[in-house]
């Protein structure tokens, strides 16, 4: 692919490429990388890439709204007309007269009928006399009837991607599983996990969606994470990727009244940040992720710095990557700082700064604290 | 080339669904009320294309999947689920006519088929004026595309589909697909250069 045929485009080119597109509306890391770094080798594209961006996120097709219960009505209905499957179970609507052009296609579906009948015997046969599945799958959904959870599970060495009822996607890792109630869409949107699942929750404020996690249980609203809760291992890691999640213990006395309430409480989480939550100790750590991802911006920000103030240098990297910097800003007022500190992860920028204003800088509570005496001033 | 090969919004999204598929075609009915749950919504907005009447669109897709369920023996086990089944919706639709458009089955062909789509301009992205007369300037030439023409963009850029996919949901040639969609697209673009000329010479008299 030579990159410079983006050379010659006009925003219109960009509004209708699909691979800028797909950079718009569903960024991933390797195109937010290319797309970066494109920009810096054509820095006088800047506007051009910018309007582009916002015509793509705002021109959008208008849909018929549609509740999940609207859904879940459909759905169940359907379920339960393939669950009594008698002569009257083919679809009505379509019973109803037709041109006579399309009439042998009731002849068979008449014939349909009966066959449907066996299937049903033969499948009633089966639901008594459990048989192992006639596919080898990855994806075993096995029924609890106690409880009428379904659980899902990742038998497979690659990440399975899993679609829940409400439109939320979750990816779990290999050895992993969840399980989640029947009535998924009607009740409380609850999962549980064991083992590490990647989560990306559609927004529904008045629905908080739930993740039980081998004693702490993470509430959000809508937004991506990831949960790490292998049963081996005595920590249960929640990493957050965009929006917020309130993550508290599931034997919190408050656990209860936390759950029911709208607002995020117990520890929340914001992008880049992740919890260490040690199940022995009943005791969350807080800190950043390893590698602090810069969020998604209209314009990707620019770590060029010349003769700038430390306060202003801090303000950028804060609003990059959406973590909290704290420093004296009276002490560090005198601080000017000339680098570039573009394509490089946020602890070697931190470094770098450091070095430069003879500071030093530790990670506390999922927040950044930078050390400093103070800069000569001659 | 390496990144064009990473445009897949879920690499692991197609086996994911098969399997859901192969478990619904071997009568699993969990595994059919998860394959109906997860693309309900997608199939709703396609159907509402088709007919503005959201009870006869939600009645066409519970038909689609009884009839998916009780043909579920005789289904191909390889198909790309989500293009298979807004192309099984698309039929459908069509030979249950239009109760609410008044269109009598014979009619609606699909050179006359109904397709209703309407552009909009989500202002809370927008913050400069020219953007958003630019934006504007966008949807008019949208609206103002022939009906299949609308489809096909519909299909690839707000539903992100190849050209195989979209030529199995609208049931016509890989090759049609492909003249629709540059068809469309030279459209969008010559207007917009004519249009941004205008701007200029406006611009440069004023």
Known sequence: ?378 | MKWHMNQQKHPFNRPAELVLWKQFLSGDTLAFESLMSSHFQVLFHYGSKFSKDREFVKDCIQDLFLILWERRGNLNAEVAVKPYLMASLRRLMNRSGHPKTGLPDAVSTDEQGVFEIEFSVEEEYIEQESIRVTTQRFKKLLDELPKRQKEVIYLKFFQEMDRNQISEVMDISPQTVSNLLQIAIRQLKVYWKVELLTLLLVHFYS
């Open chain 1, 1 to 378: 692919m030579n990159q410079n045929q983006y050379r010659s485009y006009k925003t219109g080119d960009f509004v209708w490429n699909p691979f800028f597109r797909q950079w718009v509306l569903t960024p991933t890391r390797q195109t937010d990388l290319f797309w970066n770094q494109w920009l810096q080798e054509n820095p006088d594209f800047l506007d051009r890439i910018q309007e582009a961006r916002v015509i793509v996120l705002s021109l959008q097709v208008k849909e018929a709204p549609l509740s999940t219960d609207e859904i879940d009505e459909v759905v169940k209905s359907t379920v339960s007309k393939i669950n009594q499957p008698t002569a009257h179970s083919f679809p009505e609507r379509i019973r109803r007269p037709l041109p006579v052009y399309q009439r042998n296609w009731f002849q068979v579906a008449a014939s349909l009928s009966l066959l449907l009948l066996a299937a049903w015997l033969t499948h009633a046969y089966y639901r008594s006399n459990p048989l192992p599945t006639l596919f080898d799958t990855a994806l075993a959904i096995t029924k609890n009837q106690k409880a009428s959870w379904t659980e899902i599970a990742n038998t497979t060495s690659r990440p399975l991607l899993v679609h829940l009822a409400d439109g939320s996607a979750v990816t779990l890792a290999p050895a992993s599983r969840i399980s989640c109630a029947k009535n998924f869409l009607t009740a409380k949107r609850e999962v549980y996990l064991t083992g590490e699942a990647f989560f990306d929750v559609t927004k529904d404020p008045a629905h908080p969606f739930f993740v039980y996690a081998n004693g702490l249980v993470a509430k959000v609203l809508g937004t991506s994470f990831t949960i790490k809760a292998y049963e081996s291992s005595r920590e249960v890691i929640v990493e957050v990727t965009s929006g917020r999640v309130s993550v508290f213990a599931q034997a919190d006395p408050k656990a209860r009244q936390k759950s029911i309430t709208r607002e995020l409480e117990g520890v929340v989480l914001s992008p880049n940040q992740k919890i260490v939550y040690e199940t022995d100790e009943v005791r969350m750590r807080k800190t950043l992720v390893e590698k602090p991802a810069l969020l998604t911006a209209a314009v990707p920000p620019s770590f060029h710095f010349e003769d700038k103030p430390v306060s202003e240098v801090f303000a950028t990297l804060e609003k990059a990557y959406g973590v909290a910097i704290i420093y004296d800003k009276d002490l560090m007022m005198d601080c000017p700082l000339t680098a570039s500190l573009d394509s490089m992860p946020l602890y070697n920028q931190l470094t770098i700064i450091c070095k430069a204003v003879e500071a030093s800088y530790e990670l506390v509570d999922g927040q950044i604290i930078i050390h400093s005496k103070g800069c000569k001033t001659n």
